[in-house]
């Protein structure tokens, strides 16, 4: 149960330009709110700085908690 929620909040980062998914932040410019989860975003959804699909993205391990 916990893991579903830690999951939700993990951050991506677009191998390409570095550019970060926060799902704390969400991406407001493209209308999607605050909380959610980089799995949940549309397919349509690409990197807000270089265009560059879900598909150059991977998961950030926070290594420090
Ligand atoms: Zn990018």
């Known amino acids: 149960m916990v893991e579903i929620k830690e999951k ?3 951050k ?3 191998r390409v330009c570095g550019y970060t998914y926060d799902p ?3 991406d407001e410019k493209r209308g999607i709110s605050p909380g959610i989860s980089f ?3 549309p397919d349509s959804w690409r990197c807000p700085v270089c ?3 879900k598909s ?3 998961e950030v391990k ?3 908690r």
């Open 24 to 26: 704390e932040t969400g």
């Open 12 to 14: 991506h980062r677009c």
């Open 8 to 10: 939700s909040k993990v």
């Open 62 to 64: 926070d290594g420090h």
């Open 56 to 58: 150059h993205f991977y």
């Open 39 to 41: 799995y949940d975003l």
């Open 51 to 53: 265009q560059y699909t």
